[in-house]
């Protein structure tokens, strides 16, 4: 079976620009998230998507959005980027959205360079 | 979200059993404890969960203290390939918790 898969790879943009990162989740899972890691640092959370609705924004400006699809991929859109927007970006995907027991997974991310 | 606190790096030798420690003080009854481990250049990766009980998985072990207010994951053998940034988070098994929170985590050196 797939894993979560993840595209572009990479990228590069010039500041100012606009980014969509995509998204297909393992079959059969219902939920997705997005996470931000920069270079050093733990990921950390932007959005999670549950049966297409937003369950969960993290402490990211407006300049980031996202959305879910009926088959359940997502697209995370970044517009007016800046430096400091380069990062990893992580997709996650699990079966249901919440709960202390649920198990995300990964997919091995999008690295994007802003210049 | 409960906080956890783990050392910034610890060194092991190959085939040697490997105990990585993680402090949650702060932790609440519906917590749950989850460790997931990044290799280098991939997304992160589960490897364990547990509640109360100590809890085994084909990659490791979970022993959980009595208190709850620390845990330990166990690698029985460790091998160049666990090498990695090793997670422990706290996640609430109660209300709509749907994120989480990743500290700076364990960096594991393995030696041949």
């Known amino acids: 079976d797939a894993g979560v898969t993840q595209s572009p790879t990479h990228l590069i943009k010039t500041r100012g620009q606009h980014v969509t990162l995509r998204c297909s989740p393992i079959?059969?899972?219902?939920?997705v998230s997005w996470y931000q890691q920069v270079l050093g640092q733990g990921p950390q959370f932007i959005f999670q998507?549950?049966?297409?609705?937003?369950?969960g924004r993290g402490n990211f400006p407006d300049r980031f959005s996202a959305r879910q699809f009926p088959n359940y991929s997502s697209e995370l859109n970044v517009n007016a980027l800046l430096l400091g927007d380069s990062a990893l970006y992580l997709c996650?995907?699990?079966?249901?959205?919440?709960?202390?027991?649920?198990?995300?997974?990964f997919g091995a991310g999008s690295r994007l360079t802003v210049l | 979200d409960a906080k956890t606190t783990q050392p910034n790096s610890m060194e092991s030798n190959e085939e040697e059993p490997v105990h990585l420690p993680c402090n949650h003080s702060?932790?609440?009854?519906?917590?749950?404890i989850h460790w997931y481990r990044q290799l280098p250049s991939q997304g992160p990766e589960y490897v364990i969960h547990?509640?109360?009980s100590n809890v085994n998985n084909r990659m490791a072990s979970l022993a959980i203290a009595e208190d709850r207010k620390s845990s330990t994951l166990i690698l029985h053998r460790a091998t160049l390939r666990d090498a990695a940034v090793y997670y422990c988070?706290?996640?609430?098994?109660?209300?709509?918790?749907?994120?989480?929170?990743f500290g700076k985590g364990t960096l594991l050196t393995v030696n041949p």
């Open positions: 998507y549950y049966e297409k609705e937003e369950r």
């Open positions: 988070i706290l996640r609430d098994g109660g209300g709509s918790n749907y994120k989480l929170t």
């Open positions: 547990g509640l109360t």
């Open positions: 996650a995907s699990s079966f249901t959205g919440a709960r202390g027991a649920n198990v995300l997974t």
């Open positions: 079959s059969g899972h219902k939920s």
């Open positions: 702060t932790i609440s009854g519906t917590d749950y």
